[in-house]
């Protein structure tokens, strides 16, 4: 196959595991070379990398519907987005208004402003990124699990394998995967 062949066929695996998770098929768009694989929720949109195409099949597969099983949270992503975007404007926002409340041209107005900015946003960096982290990583664990309903669950795990012999995907990914194939054979 040829680059645009190879193009259609991720673009035909993408329809067709949206078809069978009925979901809105996501658009795929091809980037720069060394991209990793990343949904847009916002555009729905994967985008890939065009190093993916020289990769072999299995682990292409996989990774559309991983990326496709990340469209079936398109809801999530987008309220996480909007909650970490309302964190930040409320951060930089909050100071000044109590700012402008309370100035009352005492050299000390601004600092307490600004003091209150930086434990704001000392707060939001220690427990929203580690909560989001948290998030992410549970959005990630259920991805593989769709894609292991799409491409089975052993495919699922070669892959997962392959790509973590590389340290593509988080090691959480692959050990929250065994856990679960081995729940599977002990029920
Ligand atoms: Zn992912």
Same mark, same amino acid.
């Given at each position: 196959?040829?680059? $645009? /062949?190879?193009?259609?066929?991720?673009?035909?695996?993408?329809?067709?595991?949206?078809?069978?998770?009925? !979901?809105?098929?996501?658009?795929?768009?091809?980037?720069?070379?060394?991209?990793? $694989?990343?949904?847009?929720?916002?555009?729905?949109? !994967?985008?890939? *990398?065009?190093? =993916?195409?020289?990769?072999?099949?299995?682990?292409?597969?996989?990774?559309?519907?991983?990326?496709? *099983?990340?469209?079936?949270?398109?809801?999530?992503?987008?309220?996480?987005?909007?909650?970490? *975007?309302?964190?930040?404007?409320?951060?930089?926002?909050?100071? @000044?208004? #109590?700012?402008? @409340?309370?100035? %009352?041209?005492?050299? @000390?107005? !601004?600092? =307490?402003?600004?003091?209150?900015? #930086?434990?704001?946003?000392?707060?939001?960096?220690?427990?929203? %990124?580690?909560? %989001?982290?948290?998030?992410?990583?549970?959005?990630?664990?259920?991805?593989?699990?769709?894609?292991? !309903?799409?491409? *089975?669950?052993?495919?699922?795990?070669?892959?997962?394998?392959?790509?973590?012999?590389?340290?593509?995907? %988080?090691? /959480?990914?692959?050990?929250?995967?065994?856990?679960?194939?081995?729940? /599977?054979?002990?029920?």
């Amino acid at each position: 196959m040829n680059v $645009p /062949e190879k193009e259609e066929y991720v673009r035909a695996l993408t329809r067709n595991f949206a078809a069978a998770l009925h !979901i809105r098929e996501p658009s795929v768009r091809f980037v720069k070379i060394s991209a990793s $694989p990343n949904y847009d929720p916002l555009r729905n949109r !994967i985008e890939l *990398g065009y190093a =993916i195409l020289t990769l072999p099949s299995l682990i292409v597969r996989v990774t559309i519907a991983h990326e496709v *099983g990340h469209a079936t949270q398109r809801k999530a992503l987008l309220l996480d987005l909007a909650a970490d *975007g309302l964190c930040k404007m409320l951060i930089i926002a909050v100071p @000044w208004i #109590v700012y402008g @409340w309370t100035a %009352r041209d005492k050299p @000390w107005d !601004i600092v =307490i402003s600004a003091t209150a900015f #930086v434990l704001a946003y000392g707060t939001y960096i220690c427990t929203a %990124r580690a909560a %989001r982290t948290k998030q992410a990583i549970a959005l990630e664990v259920k991805a593989d699990e769709i894609a292991a !309903i799409l491409c *089975g669950s052993h495919s699922t795990l070669r892959a997962l394998e392959t790509l973590s012999t590389f340290s593509l995907i %988080r090691p /959480e990914r692959l050990e929250a995967f065994r856990a679960r194939l081995a729940q /599977e054979r002990s029920t």
